[in-house]
C-alpha cells in the first residue's frame, strides 16, 4: 500500500517541480494572472450555456432596485471577463471591480458587445478594500463565482453593505422577508420540499402503527419486533428523501434539458 502512495506522490512531486519553481522564482503568480482570463473567457462560453435560464431569472428584477433617478447603478465585485454583462438591464449604469488587471482588455469586449449597457469604469482593486467606490453609490452589487475563493469574505461583504444606497423597504417586501410567521415558513418549505414533510408523516405513521401493533406480537421478541419497527420507519423516511432527491434532479437538471419549461 506504502510502494504506490509513494509512486504517486512521486510523479505529483515531478509534476508540480516546474510550479514550485516558478513560484520560488516569484513569477507563478504573475503567469496565473496572464493566463488566466484565457481559460476563464472559454469557460464562461460553456457556463453561461448551462446557466443562462438561471442567470435570467437570477437578474430579472435588477431594475426595481434602481434609484430615484430611474437609472440603475451596479457594481460588480470580481467581474472577470463581464460575463454576467448581457444580463443586465438597459441603461444599466456599470461600474465593475477585480483586483487582476488583464482583465481589461476582456472587459471592454464583453462591454462593446452588450451596447444596452452603460459602462462607467473598470477599478482594479480587490473586494475586500474598494476605497475607490463612494459610500452608499451603488443600487446593486453583483458578485458571481467569487467569494468562494477570496481571503476575507466577511470584509467583502462589509464593503458591499458599505457602497449599497441605504434603502426603505415597501410594506409589502417587509411582510415577505421580515414578517413571515412560523407557520406560513413552514408551509412555504414544504411546498418547496414536500418530501421531506412526507418522510416524516410516514416515519410517525409507521412508528405509531408498529407501537400500537406491540401487544398482537404473540410470541415473537419484543427486541425483534422493535427492530422491525424501527427499520420499517426508517425506511419510509430514507425513501421519501429519496424520491425528493430524484425529483430535485428531475426538476433541475432533466426538465429544463429536454422540456421546454414556461417561465413564470
Ligand atoms: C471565477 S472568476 C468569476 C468571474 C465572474 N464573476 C463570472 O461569474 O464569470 C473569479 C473572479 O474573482 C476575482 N477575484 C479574485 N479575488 C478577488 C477578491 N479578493 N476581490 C474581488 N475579486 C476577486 C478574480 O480575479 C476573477 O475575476
Known amino acids: ?76 465585485v470580481g467581474c472577470g471577463t463581464g460575463a454576467n454583462f448581457k444580463f443586465y438591464p438597459p441603461g444599466c449604469r456599470v461600474t465593475c471591480v477585480d483586483p487582476n488587471p488583464n482583465f481589461e482588455k476582456f472587459l471592454f469586449k464583453s462591454v462593446s458587445e452588450n451596447r444596452q449597457l452603460q459602462f462607467e469604469r473598470f477599478v482594479v482593486a480587490a473586494g475586500e478594500n474598494m476605497h475607490q467606490v463612494a459610500d452608499g453609490s451603488m443600487d446593486a452589487v453583483v458578485c458571481t463565482l467569487v467569494l468562494c475563493s477570496v481571503e476575507n469574505q466577511g470584509k467583502i461583504l462589509r464593503e458591499v453593505c458599505r457602497v449599497l444606497r441605504p434603502r426603505s423597504m415597501s410594506s409589502d417586501e417587509w411582510s415577505a422577508a421580515e414578517d413571515e410567521g412560523q407557520l406560513s415558513r413552514l408551509r412555504r418549505k414544504s411546498r418547496d420540499s414536500p418530501f421531506v414533510p412526507v418522510g416524516v408523516a410516514g416515519f410517525v405513521a409507521v412508528l405509531s402503527y408498529g407501537l400500537y401493533k406491540l401487544k398482537s406480537r404473540r410470541e415473537e421478541k419484543m427486541s425483534l419486533r422493535l427492530i422491525h419497527v424501527r427499520v420499517a420507519a426508517q425506511g419510509c423516511a430514507v425513501g421519501a428523501v429519496t424520491l425528493g432527491v430524484l425529483y430535485s434532479m428531475y426538476k433541475d437538471y432533466i426538465r429544463p434539458r429536454f422540456f421546454s419549461v414556461p417561465r413564470k
Not at 1 to 30: D, E, K
Not at 47 to 66: D, G, P, R, V
Open 1 to 76: 500500500m506504502t510502494l504506490p502512495i509513494l509512486v504517486l506522490r512521486l510523479v505529483v512531486g515531478i509534476l508540480a517541480f516546474p510550479m514550485y519553481l516558478l513560484n520560488l522564482l516569484g513569477v507563478w503568480n504573475w503567469i496565473c494572472k496572464r493566463c488566466f482570463p484565457y481559460f476563464l473567457l472559454r469557460f464562461t462560453v460553456i457556463y453561461n450555456e448551462q446557466m443562462a435560464s438561471k442567470k435570467k431569472e437570477l437578474f430579472s428584477n435588477l431594475q426595481e432596485f434602481a434609484g430615484p433617478s430611474g437609472k440603475l447603478s451596479l457594481l460588480e
